[in-house]
Each structure stands twice: as C-alpha cells, then as structure tokens.
C-alpha cells in the first residue's frame, strides 16, 4: 500500500502486491476488478481497496485510451526544443502554463543543456505545425530559439512505467487466474 515518508516527502516502496496490480493496470485498464483479483490470487475488495488508495496518493494519476493518432487525422508528430531568451521561475512557469493550454503539445519537459524545454507536439499537417509555431513561439518575445524534428517512424511508443518491487527486483508477472474447481458428480 503506497504511503509517503513524512520526513522526505518521497513516496515509500510499494508491496509486492501494488507494483503487480500496477503493472496489471499499465498493460490494460479496462480490465473488471474481479479479472484482476483473480490474476493477482487476491479477493475483489482487497484490489478494490488498492486501486482507491493508489489513486488517493497520486500513483495512478488517471485512466485514458490510448488512440492511434494516424487513423484519427494526426499523422504528424514533431520534437521540439525551445531555448527562452531569459529565466526565472515566472517566465518558466509562464512558458509550461501557456504549453499546458496548447492542445496540439502532447508532452513538455524542461529540460538541461543547450535548450530549456522540449515539447511532443501533434499536427494533422505541416500547415498546421506552422500556424502554430507562428502562434506559439514566434508570437512569444521570450522564445530564443526553437528546433523542430519530425518523426519518420515510430518503432516503439509505450506509456507503461517499468516496477521494482521493493526489494529493487522487477515486477514479478501476474499470477495466472484462479481456477475454480467443480464438485465431481
């Protein structure tokens, strides 16, 4: 069950029992409470229980599609660095406050190096990415710089975070569901 440290505020190790229902959770969400109780050999309730607490404590931070953006009209996907003409903490939080709002920016990291952030950004086309590079960045007089690089391929794209127990070693896989066995007749 994850509970913070009070003295770091760092979040304590999660049992065996979380990182597996976690895992479980990562590769398919949609999965019925009950499905998943019998995979991980543990009653309904108690995983119950488990997913409201890791959703209290900010584990799970929410439940979503994953949808595949070239069959909705979005086949275009851009890496974008951005280098700000100053810093401080306002002008930062301007910047990913005005990122955040920006429907077409799918990831912002403010990152270290040469440049100060770099977004995920989805365009239906290079017209589009355009406009909004004219919106977004030349429009901001504290935008330096930025560099765009277009994705030609995409051989992986996973959103699952890989678990350590907290012993340190990887999630154990899931059990394999309880089989129930019938009375002979």
């Known amino acids: 069950?994850?509970?913070?440290?009070?003295?770091?505020?760092?979040?304590?190790?999660?049992?065996?029992?979380?990182?597996?229902?976690?895992?479980?959770?990562?590769?398919?969400?949609?999965?019925?409470?009950?499905?998943?109780?019998?995979?991980?050999?543990?009653?309904?309730?108690?995983?119950?229980?488990?997913?409201?607490?890791?959703?209290?404590?900010g584990v799970l931070q929410r439940q979503v599609a994953i949808v595949d953006r070239r069959l909705v009209g979005r086949p275009l996907t851009v890496f974008v660095s951005v280098e700000l003409g100053q810093q401080n903490a306002a002008l930062l939080t301007q910047f990913e406050q005005r990122m955040a709002a920006e429907e077409a920016v799918m990831a912002c990291y403010e990152v270290s190096g040469e440049f100060d952030f770099l977004l995920i950004v989805s365009a239906e086309s290079m017209e589009q990415y355009h406009a909004f590079t004219r919106e977004a960045f030349s429009s901001n007089r504290n935008v330096r710089n930025f560099k765009s690089m277009f994705a030609m391929n995409c051989s992986k794209f996973e959103t699952?975070?890989?678990?350590?127990?907290?012993?340190?070693?990887?999630?154990?896989?899931?059990?394999?569901?309880?089989t129930r066995r019938m009375p002979a007749k």
Not at 160 to 178: F, S, W
């Open 160 to 178: 699952r975070v890989p678990l350590r127990t907290a012993a340190g070693t990887p999630a154990a896989p899931a059990a394999q569901p309880r």
């Open 1 to 57: 069950m994850p509970r913070t440290n009070d003295k770091t505020g760092q979040p304590a190790a999660l049992d065996a029992l979380d990182t597996a229902l976690l895992d479980l959770l990562q590769r398919d969400a949609s999965q019925p409470v009950r499905a998943l109780a019998d995979r991980l050999g543990t009653s309904p309730a108690t995983c119950q229980r488990r997913i409201a607490q890791l959703r209290a404590s």
